[in-house]
């Protein structure tokens, strides 16, 4: 990509894009307009994956309170969120022994947005899948880290009636690493050395912007503005501390400008594969914005 008035076709689009994106979100009238919201209730992860930060860096322990949690679906409730819930950030859902709780009460609080579910499969069978789902479970993912997990969930999913069976979806993570190039990984904001896996596909964000409006809460309470940010380097506030709303309210321009392309924070610079962006960023805003 280059800057200014010499921004390729391809990168003005993507900008143009963004723009009209970003516009949506301002003239939509909602308080909230974000796309994905994540909370993980607990720190811990039972798995260390070579091309995850959890397998390099010190274990992460802790919990949310139960009120706490609640308290954060009631708000998002009174907001009218209505989008994508996920309940987990860097660990193992499955460990947490309140999930069934958690994801019943997020569906009574918000029965139209979609609770999603991203697991190792370690700890979940047919028994406790099918009860996630009756709970308001709208989607499970199991991420199959070695072939015999891959293989179980296959055949579970051939065994399930087809309610249940529609809300599995299977991902064969175990071949990230052999030369297929099946599986795209990410350095998770520069979190993890991604080198013995250099026959991998590894996404970046775009130069142009990640066009990202997420909401993600660790098991601290901090809240982050994507799902890369693994060390902490971009926090805009704690559940624990302030509101949603206020924290949305005071970090809107931080999110438009990661949005699009402007980054300032390090952990973006090297989820995009940069050493500076900030300069390139502003610039190709400026152009599309017409400002510069």
């Given at each position: 990509?280059?800057?200014?008035?010499?921004?390729?076709?391809?990168?003005?689009?993507?900008?143009?894009?963004?723009?009209?994106?970003?516009?949506?979100?301002?003239?939509?009238?909602?308080?909230?307009?974000?796309?994905?919201?994540?909370?993980?209730?607990?720190?811990?992860?039972?798995?260390?994956?070579?091309?995850?930060?959890?397998?390099?860096?010190?274990?992460?322990?802790?919990?949310?309170?139960?009120?706490?949690?609640?308290?954060?679906?009631?708000?998002?409730?009174?907001?009218?969120?209505?989008?994508?819930?996920?309940?987990?950030?860097?660990?193992?859902?499955?460990?947490?022994?309140?999930?069934?709780?958690?994801?019943?009460?997020?569906?009574?609080?918000?029965?139209?947005?979609?609770?999603?579910?991203?697991?190792?499969?370690?700890?979940?069978?047919?028994?406790?899948?099918?009860?996630?789902?009756?709970?308001?479970?709208?989607?499970?993912?199991?991420?199959?880290?070695?072939?015999?997990?891959?293989?179980?969930?296959?055949?579970?999913?051939?065994?399930?009636?087809?309610?249940?069976?529609?809300?599995?979806?299977?991902?064969?993570?175990?071949?990230?690493?052999?030369?297929?190039?099946?599986?795209?990984?990410?350095?998770?904001?520069?979190?993890?050395?991604?080198?013995?896996?250099?026959?991998?596909?590894?996404?970046?964000?775009?130069?142009?912007?990640?066009?990202?409006?997420?909401?993600?809460?660790?098991?601290?309470?901090?809240?982050?503005?994507?799902?890369?940010?693994?060390?902490?380097?971009?926090?805009?506030?704690?559940?624990?501390?302030?509101?949603?709303?206020?924290?949305?309210?005071?970090?809107?321009?931080?999110?438009?400008?990661?949005?699009?392309?402007?980054?300032?924070?390090?952990?973006?610079?090297?989820?995009?594969?940069?050493?500076?962006?900030?300069?390139?960023?502003?610039?190709?805003?400026?152009t599309v914005l017409g400002e510069g």
């Amino acid at each position: 990509m280059t800057v200014g008035n010499k921004l390729s076709a391809r990168d003005k689009r993507w900008l143009e894009i963004r723009e009209e994106k970003w516009r949506a979100y301002e003239e939509c009238g909602h308080p909230f307009p974000v796309d994905v919201v994540g909370i993980e209730t607990v720190g811990s992860c039972n798995r260390a994956c070579g091309y995850c930060p959890v397998s390099v860096h010190p274990k992460r322990q802790g919990r949310l309170s139960t009120e706490v949690v609640e308290a954060f679906f009631d708000q998002l409730a009174d907001l009218g969120f209505e989008k994508k819930i996920v309940f987990h950030f860097y660990n193992e859902p499955m460990l947490e022994k309140r999930l069934n709780h958690f994801v019943k009460y997020a569906a009574e609080k918000m029965p139209r947005a979609i609770k999603w579910l991203s697991t190792n499969g370690d700890l979940l069978d047919k028994e406790s899948l099918i009860r996630l789902i009756d709970d308001g479970a709208s989607a499970i993912k199991v991420s199959s880290h070695d072939a015999e997990t891959f293989e179980r969930f296959q055949e579970l999913h051939q065994a399930l009636e087809s309610e249940y069976a529609e809300k599995l979806l299977i991902r064969d993570f175990y071949k990230v690493g052999d030369g297929t190039k099946a599986r795209k990984i990410t350095n998770r904001g520069g979190s993890i050395d991604l080198s013995a896996y250099g026959d991998d596909v590894t996404l970046e964000a775009a130069k142009t912007g990640c066009g990202r409006v997420e909401f993600y809460v660790d098991y601290l309470g901090n809240v982050h503005p994507c799902c890369m940010d693994f060390n902490g380097g971009y926090i805009l506030g704690n559940i624990l501390e302030s509101t949603i709303i206020d924290i949305w309210n005071v970090s809107k321009n931080q999110y438009r400008e990661h949005f699009f392309g402007s980054y300032t924070k390090d952990v973006c610079l090297k989820c995009a594969g940069l050493s500076s962006a900030k300069a390139e960023g502003a610039a190709a805003l400026a152009t599309v914005l017409g400002e510069g």
